[in-house]
């Protein structure tokens, strides 16, 4: 079963940046779409951005321009590189497939992104 595990998240001020990163047991990762999610207190969990198997992207609305997914499929993990962060940032980040894919592995922890002067 693979596991995903989710890190770099931390506290950072407005306009900051973060790197966050996925990564993944198992051979399989390669051959998985991946997303990005996050969940607010309070809030269900949306898909903020995806990468294909072939590196095309697409992102939510408001992280466009200022979100970048990638993958690097030799070390098993994804990456959510964020810049100009805004407090609406605020969440527990996660990633697994797309929803338009069965699940990668369970759900992770995510990692907690705090956006806060």
């Known amino acids: 079963q693979v596991q995903l595990v989710e890190s770099g998240g931390g506290l950072v001020q407005p306009g900051g940046s973060l790197r966050l990163s996925c990564a993944a047991s198992?051979?399989?990762?390669?051959?998985?779409?991946m997303g990005w999610y996050r969940q607010a207190p309070g809030k269900q969990r949306e898909l903020v951005a995806t990468?294909?198997?072939?590196?095309?992207?697409n992102y939510l609305a408001s992280v466009k321009g200022r979100f970048t997914i990638s993958r690097d499929n030799a070390k098993n993990t994804a990456y959510l590189q964020m810049k100009s962060l805004k407090p609406e940032d605020t969440a527990v980040y996660y990633c697994?497939?797309?929803?338009?894919?069965?699940?990668?592995?369970?759900w992770g922890q995510g990692t907690q992104v705090t956006v806060s002067s």
């Open positions: 697994n497939s797309p929803p338009s894919y069965p699940l990668l592995g369970p």
């Open positions: 198992g051979s399989i990762f390669g051959d998985y779409a």
């Open positions: 990468i294909t198997t072939g590196g095309n992207t």
